[in-house]
């Protein structure tokens, strides 16, 4: 039975997207699983779905990448139903001219407008790199979260980045002499007023986000260990441990203060701005070992799996209901207690999709549960099992 706090995708229609000419679906199953060969469309349809929820691609940064060869435009359609209420989204991705997305037939001002009407959770294999990829991997796993959940976020962050923009340019014309340091003041103000927000509403979600992180690590590793998320934002000094005041953004101003303070000959002789938000990181660490360093690839690949299972929690408590989970080709990443593990904890109350080549790794329990989609060359028939 579903859960009656899950979103369900009732429908996804494809027009010149990717492979697909042409693709209607409907879905009424929780657990979905897409099966095919590579190279068949399975990602790409996963790459809809997300794009109907965060306006965005987890592939490629340029929209044209979606269209078809030959083709003048690309058009996703989607139909979700929440505890709420219903929702149907369009994104139209011309070959000239800029994106256009709709909700309920109303076209929206602000693409970021869109975040917040299909919550979505990807876990691609890229994720992989979470814990120990670059900082911004996991900068950028924060944001997306609580962009899609906080309508406050997406405005601090939006302009912090603005004015960060602003400022810089303002170093560059401060360090050849065309401005003086003075002008750097009222910038350095607004830059404080939302990079404090920016960083409390990461400490938060970082905070909540480690609660449910432990609780998944014990469940995915037998009990055997013990996971913690550490948010560390720029102004940490080394070895300083989380605190409340974190939270605050009046105390995370005046170290803001502080620390532009502290660089401002420096940011002018290299004409950028070095401290911020744009600086924070999240360590995963088991006990004392930092897993971005020390971690083997077992226990970096769970850490991911438990961060992913957290995110949904999260989301759910942001948002009240849970977020549809699309899963790209992970399956092979997680060995077979990993993966059963995992979908024991999200069969049954989150609408899932999961992209595979075969059908091996799940037992027959699960198969009577989902719905199969056999996929060629951009075309999709349900199999039964």
């Known amino acids: 039975m579903r859960s009656l706090r899950e979103v369900l995708l009732q429908r996804i229609q494809l027009q010149h997207f990717r492979n697909y000419q042409e693709l209607s679906l409907e879905f009424t199953a929780s657990l979905n699983l897409f099966v095919g060969e590579n190279a068949q469309g399975k990602s790409n349809l996963l790459e809809g779905i997300y794009l109907a929820a965060l306006g965005r691609s987890y592939r490629t940064t340029n929209d044209q990448d979606l269209i078809q060869w030959g083709a003048p435009f690309a058009r996703v359609r989607a139909e979700a139903e929440g505890e709420a209420a219903g929702c149907r989204i369009e994104i139209l991705l011309p070959r000239e001219g800029a994106k256009e997305i709709r909700v309920g037939g109303q076209p929206l001002r602000r693409h970021s407008d869109l975040l917040g009407t299909m919550n979505a959770v990807i876990f691609s294999p890229d994720d992989l790199q979470l814990v120990k990829g670059a900082p911004a991997l996991r900068r950028r796993f924060l944001d997306i979260e609580l962009a899609q ?121 290299r004409a950028t701005t070095l401290v911020g938000p744009q600086r924070d990181d999240i360590a995963f660490m088991v006990g004392e070992i930092d897993l971005r360093y020390f971690g083997s690839q077992g226990q970096q690949r769970t850490a991911v799996l438990a961060t992913k299972l957290a995110e949904l929690e999260f989301v759910r408590e942001e948002a009240g209901e849970y977020p549809v989970l699309l899963l790209d080709d992970v399956m092979s990443e997680l060995d077979d207690e990993r993966k059963a593990r995992f979908l024991e904890t999200v069969t049954g109350r989150i609408n899932t999709f999961i992209t595979t080549t075969g059908l091996e790794s799940f037992t027959r329990e699960i198969l009577e549960q989902a719905a199969v989609y056999r996929i060629r060359a951009g075309t999709v028939v349900p199999e039964k099992v």
Do not use: C, T
Not at 158 to 167: F, G
Not at 206 to 212: E, F, I, S
Not at 241 to 248: F, K, T, Y
């Open 149 to 269: 959940v906080s309508p406050a976020y997406r405005h601090h962050f939006a302009r912090y980045h603005r004015v960060l923009r602003q400022r810089n340019n303002l170093l560059k014309a401060v360090n050849i002499g065309s401005a003086g340091r003075d002008a750097l003041v009222e910038w350095d103000e607004q830059l404080i007023a939302d990079g404090s927000r920016i960083i409390a509403k990461r400490a938060r979600a970082v905070r909540r986000l480690a609660g449910w992180s432990r609780e998944m690590q014990r469940r995915i590793s037998g009990g055997r260990e013990e996971l913690d998320l550490v948010y560390r934002p720029f102004f940490a000094r080394p070895g300083e441990a989380p605190g409340s005041e974190w939270e605050d953004p009046e105390a995370v101003a005046q170290r803001f203060r502080e620390a532009l303070a502290a660089v401002r000959r420096e940011e002018v002789v």
